[in-house]
């Protein structure tokens, strides 16, 4: 579907459970996005991505290097269901613990924004993250966008006592990304 020098987004297929799902289990994956998730989570977290391109056309896409085919993470655009992305473009990346430092993310993420910049009316992208998560804000503003301190929050999906509830959102507006 989209393709970088390095990588691919495509639709998700039946054979990535198993191999997401190692990704999704990492300890140090999952450090700053909650629980490692099991056989059955990671199912129903593909299965809701799969929904979501069917209604919209898009979602967070499996990720694969094109050098060898292998699932790497994943990285997209879905159409956010809470506080502050709410009904708005918001982009996401997963990467594999061995895939981090060399590029993937930014070079996934520039790839999903173009894509959505020219294939969606939206004037907007945002990202949300657990404010301590330096590595995910960094390709945030690696891709331009700004950090919007307005619109700090706490994830409502997380319990009051979860170290990670404080979340970060960044936003980058069409016009910011044409001119850049």
Wanted: overall charge negative; aromatic content about 10%.
């Amino acid at each position: 579907m989209i393709e970088t020098e390095r990588l691919r987004m495509r639709s998700w297929r039946d054979d990535d459970v198993a191999p997401f799902q190692a990704i999704c289990s990492d300890p140090d994956v999952m450090a700053t996005l909650g629980p490692p998730l099991d056989l059955a989570a990671t199912a129903a977290r593909i299965a809701w991505m799969r929904e979501h391109e069917a209604r919209y056309g898009h979602c967070f896409w499996a990720l694969e290097r094109r050098a060898d085919a292998r699932l790497v993470g994943w990285c997209g655009i879905i159409r956010g269901d809470m506080a502050p992305v709410a009904d708005k473009l918001e982009i996401g990346w997963r990467l594999a613990r061995d895939c981090w430092g060399v590029g993937f993310a930014s070079e996934a993420a520039r790839g999903a924004t173009a894509w959505s910049f020219a294939n969606l009316p939206d004037d907007e992208i945002r990202a949300i993250t657990w404010r301590g998560n330096v590595r995910s804000r960094a390709v945030m503003e690696r891709l331009g966008m700004r950090y919007c301190v307005d619109l700090d929050f706490d994830h409502p999906k997380l319990a009051e006592e979860d170290s990670l509830r404080p979340h970060v959102t960044y936003s980058l507006s069409r016009s910011t990304w044409t001119n850049a």
